[in-house]
Structures are given as structure tokens and as C-alpha cells.
């Protein structure tokens, strides 16, 4: 065969090679696997440093109020890793049941939310304290007082009187038998919240009037059971803002401005 014969063949063509079988499968199961692992580790990390959070802030604030029951601290910060690095935590609730106060203001029961607290982890690792705490974003509390917590409360300023606590009022009760012989009183009377963690008794609007006294009398009750009670157990860092009365319990709200009384402590540890 000639040159020319040759050049006028058409050229073989090469055939592809035929791409291994499975080789994308493998791919596929091995990135499966990474992220399996990955979010593995994820889960056992939120789960380890939320439950030793969890833990030590309990175990704080119950060194710090002793309560009568262990409190319970309740953490939500999703992603983990991530909020780790902005030392940020979501969500902090916190359940204590049964304590006293430093000024004497017996607790019967206490719910605090707290969301975006900022938190510096690594002094948190070191110190194990709650200094760590930095500030939050905004924060609620709720305080339940029992009906012989209020008693003991205003006993001070209305001696020998009781006050039994009903839906939206309480009643001053009271025996005046050393003003007004054989008169023993019971006026309805409400709880108003003022600046300064101050609250006031006052009776209800036209109550004295009905009893029907004379009016010096009814002058002399009327500024004696209006009284204004300056929250001392209230630490900074907590305001009140509304107080609702329901039979036998003072359910107390409260705005959370700073997280300085829990660091500071607020239990002189006389219970």
C-alpha cells in the first residue's frame, strides 16, 4: 500500500475509557460519613457544654439563696460551636422554690427567662464563676409571695393587723377596739407599684367611707393603712413592674436590667 493509499484511510478513533463503576457511589458514602461524624460530635458537644452549664449555674445560685429545693437552670444556644464563639447563649431559665432573701422576704416560688446573655466562656472554663456573665439582651422575673410572706412583710408598719389576699385586692382586717369600742374592721385595699422596686397599700377607692364612722375617724384609717414599702430584698438589677393578687398568693413581675445579683449574691445565709 502506497503513502497516498495510506493518508486516505480515515484515522481510528480511540474509544473513552469507560468511567469506574461505583467510584461516585464511594464519594458520596464517604462525604455522608464526614458529616455524619461531624454532626455527631456537634450533638455530643451542645449536649456536654449545655449540661455542665446547666450544673454549675445551679449550683451557684443554689450556694447563693440556699433554697429549699435544687433549682433548675434550663440553657438553649443553637449552634453551639457558633455561640461559643460570640459567647452568646439564647435562652436562661432558672426555677428556685422556697428561699429567703436577705432582708428576711420569704420566696415561695421564683421564674426568671433570660435571652442573649453574654457570656465570656473561656473565664467561665477558668474560674468556674458566674462573674463570667457579662450582660443580657432582655430579661423577665416572676416571684410568687405567700399570703403569710405579705403579712410579715407590712407587720412592721401595720401591727396587729392581717391581710388576706383575694383576686385583683386583699382585705385589711383589723380590731380597733382601743379607738372604737367593739369595732373590728375589714376594708378591701389594692397593691400599686410604684418607681424605685416602692410599692403602696392603699384601701379601695370610697371603702372607709361605708363604714359609716365619724370622720376623723375615717381620716385617721385612711392615712394609717395607705402605706408605701420600699422593696429592700428587690437587688439592683431587678424592677418590679406589676404585682397581681390571687387567694392566699402575691404574684410579683419584674423587668431584668443586669445579672449582678446573682454575682453579687443576694442571701446573707441566715435562713
Not at 4 to 30: D, F, V
Not at 85 to 98: C, H, K, N, S
Not at 148 to 167: C, D, Q, S, Y
Request: hydrophobic share 45%; charged share 25%; aromatic share 6%.
Amino acid at each position: 500500500m502506497t503513502a497516498a493509499e495510506l493518508a486516505k484511510q480515515p484515522a481510528k478513533k480511540t474509544a473513552p475509557q469507560p468511567a469506574k463503576k461505583g467510584g461516585w457511589r464511594r464519594n458520596l458514602a464517604t462525604t455522608l460519613i464526614i458529616l455524619g461524624v461531624l454532626l455527631v460530635l456537634t450533638f455530643a458537644l451542645e449536649y456536654t457544654v449545655t449540661y455542665k452549664t446547666e450544673s454549675l449555674a445551679a449550683t451557684q445560685v443554689d450556694e447563693v439563696l440556699k433554697p429549699d429545693m435544687p433549682s433548675t437552670v434550663t440553657l438553649s444556644m443553637h449552634p453551639i460551636i457558633v455561640r461559643l464563639f460570640q459567647g452568646r447563649v439564647d435562652e436562661v431559665t432558672l426555677d428556685i422554690e422556697g428561699f429567703k432573701m436577705k432582708y428576711g422576704l420569704n420566696v415561695q416560688k421564683a421564674h426568671l427567662d433570660v435571652k442573649g446573655l453574654h457570656v465570656d466562656f473561656w473565664e467561665l472554663a477558668k474560674t468556674r464563676q458566674l462573674s463570667a456573665l457579662k450582660s443580657l439582651d432582655s430579661g423577665s422575673a416572676r416571684i410568687v409571695l405567700s399570703e403569710e410572706a405579705v403579712n410579715r412583710l407590712v407587720a412592721a408598719r401595720l401591727p396587729g393587723a392581717t391581710i388576706k389576699l383575694e383576686r385583683n385586692r386583699f382585705r385589711y382586717q383589723d380590731d380597733i377596739s382601743t379607738l372604737l369600742p367593739g369595732v373590728i374592721l375589714d376594708i378591701p385595699g389594692v397593691i400599686i407599684v410604684k418607681p424605685g422596686n416602692m410599692i403602696q397599700l392603699q384601701p379601695l377607692a370610697g371603702a372607709i367611707e361605708k363604714l359609716g364612722l365619724p370622720q376623723d375617724v375615717q381620716d385617721y384609717l385612711r392615712d394609717a393603712f395607705t402605706v408605701d414599702y420600699k422593696l429592700y430584698d428587690i437587688p439592683d438589677g431587678i424592677e418590679l413592674t406589676k404585682i397581681a393578687l390571687q387567694p392566699g398568693q402575691a404574684v410579683v413581675d419584674a423587668q431584668i436590667t443586669s445579672f449582678d445579683f446573682i454575682k453579687a449574691g443576694t442571701n446573707d445565709g441566715n435562713n
